[in-house]
Nanobody, 122 residues
Framework: QVQLVESGGGLVQPGGSLRLSCAAS????????MNWYRQAPGKQRELVAS???????NYTDSVKGRFTISRDNAKNTAALQMNSLKSEDTAVYLC????????????????WGQGIQVTVSS
């Protein structure tokens, strides 16, 4: 019903920057929260940043001041600008969204993108 597609990952040196994008498509009435998670090898999936429809962001402590999440409600997209990248930011980054798919009755679901690799290494 709803597809999320991430783009923008890759290899970057420590201290560098990357911008991830997430585009949602399909049967969308409204997207509520949009989130970025990451999962490093051998570690649990971690919520990195989230943003509500009102544009208010939240970040995990380890990325505060370095990452910025944003969204465009009209285009059903979200982005994660990552600056001052560190080796510990290396992970697969996944877009996640809380999506209303029916107006009446109210129906919503949670959807994941396929993930995109971010590698921070010299």
């Amino acid at each position: 019903q709803v597809q999320l597609v991430e783009s923008g990952g890759g290899l970057v040196q420590p201290g560098g920057s990357l911008r991830l994008s997430c585009a949602a498509s399909g049967k969308i009435v409204q997207i509520n929260a949009m989130n970025w998670y990451r999962q490093a090898p051998g570690k649990q999936r971690e919520l990195v940043a989230s943003i509500g429809r009102d544009g208010i962001p939240n970040y995990t402590d380890s990325v505060k001041g370095r990452f910025t999440i944003s969204r465009d409600n009209a285009k059903n997209t979200a982005a994660l600008q990552m600056n001052s990248l560190k080796s510990e930011d290396t992970a697969v980054y996944l877009c996640h969204a809380d999506v209303q798919t029916e107006r009446w009755p109210y129906v919503k679901g949670y959807y994941w993108g396929q993930g995109i690799q971010v590698t921070v290494s010299s």
